[in-house]
């Protein structure tokens, strides 16, 4: 995430309802962490994020990273600064692929909420379309997609009891939960132009299956939530943003991940929201993925179609609440104003899956 080696995101200035009092958060985060210079630092925003805000805290010769929740609507479980730095300072001595936490805070009168302070992870993040310059042929690009899958089997057989997470999620049900939350939460976010999903969830309702097991579950794993280690070398470095890590089951994990998952012979609607390069030649497949995930767990996967459409219906969720952030006038991130019409084709989209169109 670099930008001095040409391979990170790129930030942004920061946009003015995303702002903060810059020099309190530097008073304050100047009393934790030894080292810091006298002056301020320069602040840049990661335009990436679409829940909590990512911003860019650059010191001379340190780059810091600081997460807060933005204004507005917020689902009642998201934006839990306090859980997201407890996540990774607890999984950092068993699970190194997670940055080093510095300070956590929960004084209101800093910045008006909670936030936190990490160090930044140095290395490549790949987006939509491979960086300039990077080229992958298809043996490379098989060994980088069995690789991110490789360290979501990884993180699925952390102990949660060594990494202090044991109270994190709230065990057995997990499914069902998951099914009547995300049921809940679509239609509170609802807006008059998206549907119902009605055939869907009556579906989803009648085929939910029991846990096949309860883990530590990142819960947003994809190629641009990790950091490899560079164009060089596609290992992974870290993994980012868990915010909704919890305990829950494996394959409801799997099957959010394979949701934003598109491939080369994909619609061309589902193809166009592409946000990372899973379509290139050598890449696995989406059943790919699901066997090799099964080769290396052990865990037996007898009714896929299942996880497959929650996942996308989970999509819809998370979309349909960004929109209605801003059509609610919440945010003006215009990135949010189209959301709608996606919401509209998850729908379609799990009908056709489900031999309902």
């Known amino acids: 995430m670099s930008e001095s080696d040409g391979t990170a995101d790129k930030t942004v200035a920061v946009r003015e309802e995303d702002a903060f009092d810059v020099a309190a958060a530097h008073e304050w985060l100047a009393a934790r962490v030894d080292g810091l210079p006298a002056d301020p630092p320069e602040v840049r925003q990661f335009p990436g994020g679409a829940s909590n805000l990512t911003y860019l805290l650059r010191y001379p010769g340190r780059d810091l990273i600081l ?78 997609s069995t690789g991110l899958i490789d360290r979501l089997v990884e993180l699925h057989q952390v102990d949660v009891s060594a990494a202090g997470l044991d109270d ?47 883990c530590l579950i990142h819960n947003d794993f994809r190629f641009d939530n990790v950091v490899l280690r560079g164009a060089d070398d596609l290992r992974v470095a870290g993994v980012l943003d ?11 994990e799997l099957g959010s991940t394979l949701s934003y998952w598109v491939q080369a012979d994909d619609d061309e609607i589902f193809t166009a929201t592409r946000r990372q390069p899973t379509h290139l030649p050598g890449m696995l497949t989406r059943t790919e993925v699901v066997e090799h995930y099964a080769r290396r767990t052990g865990t037996p996967v007898d009714d896929w179609i299942f996880y497959e459409v929650f996942g996308l219906f989970r999509y819809a969720g998370i979309i349909q609440q960004l929109y209605y952030r801003y059509h609610h006038g919440q945010t003006t991130n215009e990135r949010f104003a189209d959301y709608w019409q996606f919401v509209c084709y998850l729908e379609a989209r799990c009908e056709r899956l489900l031999g309902l169109a």
């Open 242 to 252: 868990w915010e909704m890590a919890t305990l829950g089951d494996p394959l409801m």
């Open 67 to 144: 997460r807060r929740p933005p204004a507005g609507h917020k689902a009642a479980s998201a934006h839990d600064m306090r859980r997201e730095y407890r996540v990774q300072a607890g999984l950092r001595p068993v699970f190194p692929y997670v940055p080093t936490m510095l300070a956590f805070c929960e004084d209101h009168a800093v910045l008006g909420g909670d936030f936190y302070v990490m160090e930044q992870l140095d290395g490549l993040i790949l987006r939509r379309d491979l960086p300039p310059g990077l080229e992958l042929g298809e043996s490379r690009a098989r060994e980088l």
């Open 168 to 214: 994190l999620g709230k065990g057995a049900g997990y499914v069902r939960r998951q099914v009547d939350g995300w049921i809940d939460r679509y239609g509170r976010a609802r807006t008059e132009n998206v549907p119902e999903f009605t055939r869907v969830i009556e579906w989803i309702r009648a085929h939910t299956p029991p846990d096949v097991a309860i």
